[in-house]
């Protein structure tokens, strides 16, 4: 690896098949984990299988997540920092508003039918956090500033009350949507998500 090259470099030392040296092992692991996580159908992924097909050993991952439940929060936060990210550039990319929101709005269904198991692994390990009033982890935080997030996009004519009425009908609308496709209750068809996504004016929340 050459001084300018960035990339993780993951190999065994020549003295013991135990000890590895790695430029960023943990980043390296949320990326394959992020690839196994996509591939799946629902959320699943052990520290040890993960460590194998790293070519690590177990320990070295340990020193990361010291269990199961820590790789899967910090592959959670990723998700949800990727589908955040999405939102944002549909967002900019519509000019902001109104607009703006709406296809925020379309980016969630579509990249939950797309990342099906990434959506549920969010939403399970959500569930361990306070999305009311927010939390100390990085995964109740980011939920926090989400919530915080779509309030801040509604018309300013909004009262507080109005506005976070509206940010939770319109998550709820989304939200719904997607796990009704994604349960197979009905079909996923681009247009129909624009229409009933668009046909809400959360104005009149």
Known sequence: MNANDNSVNIQPA???GNSYHHGDLRSAALALGMERIKQLDRPDLGLRALARDLGVSATALYRH???KGALLDALALEG???LGAHQAAAAAKAGGGMEGFVEVGITYVEWSVAN???VR???NQVNKVDLVHGNPSKMGEAFHQLRKGI???MPDELSEQQRTTAALHAWSLVHGLAMLILDGQIEYDADLVRRVVTMTDFRLA
């Open 80 to 82: 949800l920092n990727q």
């Open 14 to 16: 020549a003295d013991d």
């Open 121 to 123: 692994l969010i939403y």
């Open 151 to 153: 309030a801040a996009m």
């Open 65 to 67: 997540f010291p269990n």
């Open 116 to 118: 099906p198991a990434l």
